[in-house]
């Protein structure tokens, strides 16, 4: 059953680096939404891409936060100057088309900033 | 007023009961409806998606849906072990693009 993929799993990193998470849509899917969540509290919805483009975002998505999809398959979150607030499981998602809305979600990078 | 609200819990259930998960929701216009289950450190699940009044049956899921009265469940007949998990409900809000929005989830333990 094709899913979702994302790496790294963890990524260590510090305060006012960048980072960068991956991930990989489900193949025939057109829709791609990067969501986090912080340890306790529920699932945030930050961006969403379409048509090589960001379709929507949150305010949690500011200057220091941008999205692409680099080549055919991976979609990435760039964070580039990292606050121990950012410290999360950043959720990567895709779902087939418009008709279809069903996100599906792959397995999460767990970000630590220190 | 939250956009989704759901009862934090936990809920215990015994083994073979049917568990009852609620959720209401403030925006009249949402679209789409869904249940995720969510294991501790794992990532949200999708169980269900309901688009329209009534219910929708899965398996041992059944999704409820009133939007008159803004109200989504989840029915789990002969609930396991294995479904002890925090079960999120989630909608696509009307204005929206592709955007969902959670609450923060029902604990669910069924006790053996």
């Known amino acids: 059953e094709p899913e979702v993929t994302q790496t790294p799993s963890h990524q260590v990193t510090q305060m006012g680096q960048e980072v960068i998470l991956r991930c990989v849509p489900i193949s025939n899917h057109l829709y791609f939404y990067w969501y986090r969540q912080i340890l306790g509290q529920k699932v945030e919805f930050l961006v969403s891409f379409y048509n090589n483009e960001i379709s929507e975002k949150s305010e949690i998505f500011d200057d220091q936060f941008s999205v692409e999809r680099p080549d055919g398959s991976n979609f990435t979150l760039k964070i580039r100057s990292t606050k121990l607030e950012d410290s999360a499981m950043y959720f990567c998602?895709?779902?087939?088309?418009?008709?279809?809305?069903?996100?599906?979600f792959g397995p999460g990078t767990r970000l630590t900033v220190t | 007023q939250k956009e989704v609200e759901q009862n934090s819990g936990p809920l215990s259930v015994p083994e073979g009961a049917i568990a009852s998960l609620n959720c209401t929701y403030s925006d009249r216009g949402s679209q789409s409806f869904f249940w995720y289950r969510q294991y501790s450190g794992k990532s949200p699940e999708l169980i269900m998606s309901i688009y329209s009044n009534g219910d929708k049956e899965d398996g041992r899921f059944t999704a409820q849906l009133n939007k008159a009265s803004q109200y989504v469940s989840l029915l789990i007949r002969d609930s396991q072990p294995s479904d002890s998990a925090t079960y999120l409900c989630a909608l696509m809000n009307s204005g929206g693009y592709q955007k969902v929005t959670f609450g923060t989830g029902t604990k669910l333990q069924v006790i053996p």
């Open positions: 998602a895709s779902s087939a088309d418009s008709s279809r809305d069903e996100q599906y």
